[in-house]
């Protein structure tokens, strides 16, 4: 651990919002040379903190005292915080579609010739100093390119090259990883390790905390809206249980729930679905899976290949262009070409990117919960208030979401909870096959157990569900056969109880397909 002086100090920061205390007294040291990890479930208070750093909410609106460098500063926007040397990389992504990947790094930062208003953009300069940048992060993009084309995991990469194009004391990074896969994830980390060779210090706040305990030097545990303890990895204090602990108040002596119920006969079969990106380019080749009832079936594979795709296509063709493929369900052919017959089929379909896809951030809790199933609050196309907020209600309970009540707007919840609300609306709409892409993505140990528990449910129900994450210890942990695909196609699938990491590994870096027959000899 680093025994430099402080970079930043947060003494007693307390934030209201209408109705809710999200920060109590919250106090946070970070030293020069240091990567200091911020942890709590979500809710906790972090990225609320981190706004308060940044400026986003700007000084008068909260009490307590920001030091940084030993000065103290009253930051009344962003502005003020970059120029104290903070870079922030927030966990909503603040990038402009439709300009080009250069452009979004460089944005308000711009690299110029000359001065004053004859000043114009010097882009021969902004595109080699991207491309740089762009190496530093380990993605491989055209600078030029419209950042629109690019995946959520790339755009995440983009995010970090326009942070640290600009200089830097103190880099804050807020679920960075959350949307990267596990060799983007590790370079990321080696990353911060160089920042900190450097003099640089970084602050993760990160739900993953094998990577937490990876790297940090010292964590701040934050649990509802105080800082709890700072533990010291110099010491010994830094391991998963330990914060585990201090996150929730209670240790979690199981990860994953046991499973209950039996798995039955083939609820839905996919045979040969083949995609095309917009572009023609092909996205998924050939690839063909079984789901069983009350069976929980996990997709594993690399950023690239094709399991969004895949999952979007077969809910009712909402990516690409479908070129071929079958699904049955119960052994009889249904054609789902859009997302209302996706729906009347029974086939629900969780997003990865929740926020675009997933919810009406301006609507309130109450109708992102009932939106897939109004004609149980309704009749003959007429709704039914009372029995919304009723319903709402009860799902809300069941689901632990933490808000006012089910008239706030679901964009004001944290990221947890939001994710919360989008499982629940299939809940409520009872599907017999439930698609779920990276559900527990940016959302803590607490709130992952809560979503788990949701699953064994829905499938403890005869439901069966199709598990897509890039964590492969979820998937082992949740999983009773996991397929893998790679560049895609479908190269295999292995049973929980004969899989591990570096078996699923090996199918998801094997290109080809693999060979027939070879999923039916392997059933589990």
Request: proline share 4%.
């Given at each position: 651990m680093s025994g430099g002086a402080a970079v930043l100090r947060m003494r007693g920061i307390r934030k209201e919002f209408?109705?809710?205390?999200?920060?109590?007294?919250?106090?946070?040291?970070?030293r020069e040379a240091e990567i200091h990890a911020l942890t709590g479930e979500n809710g906790a208070g972090k990225s609320t903190l981190v706004?308060?750093?940044?400026?986003?909410?700007p000084h008068g609106s909260y009490t307590g005292e920001?030091?940084?460098?030993?000065?103290?500063?009253?930051?009344?926007?962003?502005?003020d915080s970059e120029r104290a040397g903070i870079a922030i990389i927030h966990q909503e992504l603040a990038l402009v579609p439709q300009l080009t990947v250069a452009e979004n790094v460089f944005l308000g930062n711009e690299r110029v010739r000359g001065r004053g208003p004859l000043?114009?953009?010097?882009?021969?300069?902004?595109?080699?100093e991207a491309r740089r940048l762009l190496a530093r992060v380990g993605l491989d993009a055209d600078p030029s390119a419209p950042v629109?084309?690019?995946?959520?995991?790339?755009?995440?990469?983009?995010?970090?090259?326009?942070?640290?194009?600009?200089?830097?004391?103190?880099?804050?990074?807020?679920?960075?990883?959350?949307?990267?896969?596990?060799?983007?994830?590790?370079?990321?980390?080696?990353?911060?390790?160089?920042?900190?060779?450097?003099?640089?210090?970084?602050?993760?706040?990160?739900?993953?905390?094998?990577?937490?305990?990876r790297v940090a030097d010292r964590v701040t545990v934050l649990r509802d809206g105080r800082s709890v303890e700072t533990l010291d990895a110099a010491r010994g204090e830094v391991d998963e249980e330990r914060i585990i602990r201090g996150m929730v108040g209670r240790d979690l002596e199981n990860r994953y729930p046991?499973?209950?119920?039996?798995?039955?006969?083939?609820?839905?079969?996919?045979?040969?679905?083949?995609?095309?990106?917009?572009?023609?380019?092909r996205a998924v080749q050939g690839a063909s899976l079984t789901v069983r009832r009350g069976e929980v079936v996990g997709l594993a594979g690399l950023m690239g290949a094709g399991r969004t795709e895949f999952a979007m296509n077969l809910f009712g063709r909402c990516y690409g262009r479908y070129v071929r493929g079958t699904l049955h369900k119960d052994g009889r052919r249904v054609r789902l070409r859009d997302p209302g017959e996706a729906v009347a089929a029974g086939v629900a379909y969780v997003p990865e990117d929740r926020k675009e896809l997933g919810l009406l951030l301006d609507a309130p809790i109450r109708e992102n919960l009932t939106l897939a199933a109004l004609d149980r609050v309704g009749r003959r196309g007429v709704l039914h208030a009372a029995r919304e907020v009723v319903a709402a209600e009860e799902l809300r309970t069941r689901m632990r979401v933490k808000c006012r009540d089910v008239s706030q707007p679901v964009g004001e919840l944290s990221g947890g909870n939001q994710q919360k609300v989008v499982l629940g609306r299939w809940v409520f709409a009872r599907p017999d096959l439930l698609v779920l892409d990276e559900p527990t993505r940016g959302v803590d140990v607490g709130a992952k157990y809560e979503i788990y528990q949701v699953i064994r449910e829905l499938a403890a129900g005869g439901a069966g569900v199709l598990l897509i994450s890039s964590e492969l210890p979820e998937l082992l942990g949740m999983c009773d056969r996991i397929y893998a695909m790679c560049e895609g196609r479908v190269t295999g699938c292995l049973p929980a109880s004969r899989a591990d990491q570096e078996s699923l590994m090996r199918l998801m870096t094997r290109t080809g397909a693999a060979p027939t027959g070879e999923t039916e000899r392997r059933p589990g």
């Open positions: 209408p109705g809710a205390v999200a920060l109590d007294g919250v106090d946070l040291d970070v706004k308060v750093l940044s400026g986003v909410h920001v030091l940084v460098g030993g000065e103290p500063r009253r930051f009344a926007g962003t502005a000043a114009t953009v010097d882009w021969g300069r902004t595109t080699v629109a084309g690019l995946g959520v995991g790339h755009r995440q990469l983009v995010e970090i090259a326009k942070a640290i194009a600009k200089p830097v004391r103190l880099l804050i990074l807020d679920e960075p990883t959350s949307a990267l896969n596990e060799e983007e994830s590790d370079n990321l980390l080696r990353l911060l390790l160089e920042f900190k060779a450097r003099g640089i210090a970084s602050i993760l706040i990160s739900h993953r905390l094998n990577e937490v305990v046991p499973r209950t119920g039996e798995v039955g006969g083939v609820r839905f079969e996919v045979r040969d679905w083949t995609v095309d990106h917009p572009d023609r380019r």
